[in-house]
Nanobody, 121 residues
Framework: QVQLVESGGGLVQTGGSLKLSCAAS????????MGWSRQAPGKQRELVAT???????NYADSAKGRFAISRDNAKKVVYLQMDGLKPEDTAVYYC???????????????WGQGTQVTVSS
């Protein structure tokens, strides 16, 4: 069973920081792109950041200069360091990974269960 499990969410004041983690587990042959998205009530899920297996990163305009995505391929973990948090960052944050389970022939995108980030003003 392949799983992605996020951790590190919580309540923080405006201007504060949080570091989210997402660990992949199970029998996995390969992990390609990983990323983070977020969803607030009544809104569409939006991309926050992505990182390739080679470490190439991309960010939403709203995250540039404040968030940093990184990964540890040996640990099969992707991180999202969030600094200078704003109330509009409040959302459920989901990690994702394009990966190939050892029991499958094709890769697909897997999603974590989400972790709540609340930024108070």
């Amino acid at each position: 069973q392949v799983q992605l499990v996020e951790s590190g969410g919580g309540l923080v004041q405006t201007g504060g920081s949080l570091k989210l983690s997402c660990a992949a587990s199970g029998s996995i042959s390969r992990i390609d792109d990983m990323g983070w998205s977020r969803q607030a009530p009544g809104k569409q899920r939006e991309l926050v950041a992505t990182i390739t297996s080679d470490g190439i990163t991309n960010y939403a305009d709203s995250a540039k200069g404040r968030f940093a995505i990184s990964r540890d391929n040996a640990k099969k973990v992707v991180y999202l360091q969030m600094d200078g948090l704003k109330p509009e960052d409040t959302a459920v944050y989901y990690c994702n990974a394009v990966l190939l389970p050892s029991t499958r022939s094709f890769s697909r995108k897997y999603w974590g269960q989400g972790t709540q980030v609340t930024v108070s003003s």
